[in-house]
């Protein structure tokens, strides 16, 4: 099984509706992340969480949520959804141990389709 | 704010044919360094890393990386690639003053042709 797993993998879905992509992760480490990727962008950071009462905003945080409802569980919703915001989604997870260097381990992405 | 760039969106490239990747950060002030691999339809993995210590690090499947300080670089080198290596290549810098979180490049695109 995988370290970090998203559900769904893929999602179709209309303008206006809610959605939850969800994330967790069997690593034990601290730190969770939602990244959203578009050709020729990279990743941009969505939200990030340190620990469970931890929440920070990213660098496109607008028109996103989320929740960390444990420590392996972090899940990222779009209020009302916009064809902009589709895209490949990753969860990742990342240690916060004295080691930490900012070294990412990442889910098998979402992708999700606005129509 | 840390910003990465990766020169070439594409390299197209024929087999056995060395490669380069580009990768260009903008402060070199205590920074991690990191290049990450997405095959297709998979998530990204980590390929090679520059933590400290040598400025070449080199992967388990013959890639290398070379941190260059005061050129701000670390480009991703192989000498010669395989139809495998067809993936998206992205570089990432972790800056230690903004708490070790990742800014990713835009991502090189590799297609290694037979």
Known sequence: ?115 | AQSVTQLDSQVPVFEEAPVELRCNYSSSVSVYLFWYVQYPNQGLQLLLKYLSGSTLVESINGFEAEFNKSQTSFHLRKPSVHISDTAEYFCAVSDRAAGNKLTFGGGTRVLVKP
């Open chain 1, 1 to 115: 099984d995988a370290d970090v797993t998203q559900t769904p993998r893929n999602r179709i879905t209309k303008t206006g509706k809610r959605i939850m992509l969800e994330c967790s992760q069997t690593k034990g480490h601290d730190r969770m992340y939602w990244y959203r990727q578009d050709p020729g962008l990279g990743l941009r950071l969505i939200y990030y969480s340190f620990d469970v009462k931890d929440i920070n905003k990213g660098e496109i945080s607008d028109g996103y949520s989320v929740s960390r409802q444990a420590q392996a569980k972090f899940s990222l919703s779009l209020e009302s959804a916009i064809p902009n915001q589709t895209a490949l989604y990753f969860c990742a997870t990342s240690d916060l141990g004295g080691a930490n260097t900012g070294e990412l381990f990442f889910g098998e992405g979402s992708r999700l389709t606005v129509l």
